[in-house]
């Protein structure tokens, strides 16, 4: 008999169903067994009655919480089954994998009259176990959004004539600044692990490719312990060509973070908030733009908060984290853009203005920076001079080359879909990633 998936079950009362899943929750008396079983699409209840169907006992008996199995029976009516009014009378149930004892507490067991309260397992134990954690209704809706935020995402940028590319995540030079980076033996020389597709989104534009976009793997050799950092993450980032100024980048991805959010609001939204907490905000267009210098002042007229003169050319952690409160006040908003950061904070690639300011912003959600995005400079002498000004000619001398034959004006940005997770849901890294790497964590 063919698998039925348990939300379609559901709706088949009367009918002779075969359900298969993980075993949510069992509860097995002298007269009765209740199991409730879970699949990726719902729970059901099954209910045995043991003078009814003895032929079942032996293999309850056996049947432990996580162990998965497969039950064929009649999905029946039953107002009094608090789980969906339907449950499932079953003619059999075979036993595919019986679970042991959990080593980890995936979730905090509230105290009774007869027993303490069980505290959750860290962080660091469920990785540990992540396949187990995973099973939880939240870190599955968790996933099921993550995968409607890339569709979106992609979804809009097809619809605008943008081609998905898959660019080399071994590469011969580091792709940002030449630190950070993990080497890698590569037969007779040292390769790199990609800190971003940069360079070859780049090289897209000089190829006439004119819209691309990438989502795959990035790494970061920083010894950071934060909630928000991670040595390999999944990166989303687009280029496009024939663009007038940063501007144009801006208004992309303002227009592309609206519909994605829209999007997941639409098919999770209700789901998110009842098991997560926040609401999905879907924002209003154009977000809020501030140069850093005038964000500076602002948070210190309205909060006092200051930060010394040598480091107001980059955007602090906590004025990151301050912003959020600014840009709600002030605008009633959860994205914030800032520019005008200084040219030494910024990549030689940025295109800077005449003034020498770079023409480049970071993006901020929720008091978190999730884009860097430019105008990237184009033009081969200028770029090459920039390149030089950071001592970099050498190491990005192949780089160089994809400006020397034509290259139109170009600009683009990168999103982490781990930390636009982690933001949307409320969590820190380690939980919104299918499975969490850093300086300490190189298993499962």
């Known amino acids: 008999m063919e698998r039925t998936y348990i939300e379609d079950a559901c709706k088949k009362a009367g009918e002779t169903v075969l359900v298969k899943g993980f075993i949510d929750n069992l509860r097995d008396s002298k007269y009765m067994a209740f199991i409730v079983i879970k699949d990726i699409t719902g729970k059901i209840q099954i209910t045995v009655e043991k003078e009814k169907q003895p032929e079942l006992l032996d293999t309850i008996a056996q049947l432990t919480g996580d162990s998965v199995i497969s039950v064929k029976g009649v999905v029946n009516a039953n107002d009094y089954v608090k789980l969906g009014g339907v449950e499932i009378i079953p003619e059999e149930i075979t036993a595919e994998s019986i679970a042991d004892a959990l080593p980890i507490i995936r979730k905090t067991i509230p105290a009774t009259k007869k027993h303490k309260e069980v505290e959750r ?43 998905e590319i898959h660019t080399p995540k071994l590469i011969g030079a580091a792709s940002e600044s030449g630190a950070d980076v993990f080497a890698v033996d590569y037969f007779d020389r040292q390769a790199y692990l990609a800190q971003s597709p940069q360079f070859y989104k780049q090289m897209a534009m000089a190829a006439g490719f004119e819209r691309i976009f990438e989502s795959g793997p990035v790494f970061r050799a920083e010894k950071s312990y934060t909630n928000r950092h991670a040595t390999e993450f999944t990166g989303f980032d687009l280029e496009f060509s024939y663009i007038d100024s940063v501007k144009d980048v801006m208004k992309m991805e303002e227009e592309l973070l609206t519909y994605m959010l829209k999007k997941v609001s639409e098919q999770y939204g209700e789901e998110i908030k009842e098991l997560f907490g926040p609401e999905v905000i879907v924002p209003t267009t154009p977000f809020p733009v501030v140069d850093l210098k005038e964000l500076y002042d602002e948070l210190e007229k309205n909060y006092g908060f200051t930060v010394p003169e040598e480091e107001k050319n980059d955007l602090t952690t906590e004025a990151e984290q301050l912003s959020y409160k600014w840009v709600q006040e002030k605008y009633g908003h959860e994205f914030l853009f800032v520019t005008g950061f200084g040219v030494e904070k910024r990549p030689f690639y940025h295109m800077r203005d005449e003034k020498g300011v770079p023409q480049g912003y970071d993006l901020i959600w929720r008091g978190v920076e999730i884009t860097t995005g430019a105008q990237r400079e184009h033009r081969y002498e200028i770029l090459k001079a920039q390149a030089e000004e950071k001592g970099l000619k050498d190491d990005v001398e192949f780089y160089l080359e994809f400006f020397k034959y034509g290259c139109p004006p170009h600009g683009g940005f990168g999103l982490g879909v781990d930390r636009m997770t982690m933001l949307l849901l409320n969590v820190g890294i380690k939980d919104a990633m299918f499975i969490f790497r850093g300086p300490n964590r190189l298993t499962p």
């Open 121 to 163: 397992s860290s962080i660091d134990q469920r990785i540990d176990y992540r396949w187990i954690d995973l099973r939880t209704d939240e870190n599955q809706l968790m996933f099921k959004v993550q995968t409607a935020m890339v569709a979106a995402l992609r979804e809009f940028l097809l619809e605008r004539k943008f081609i």
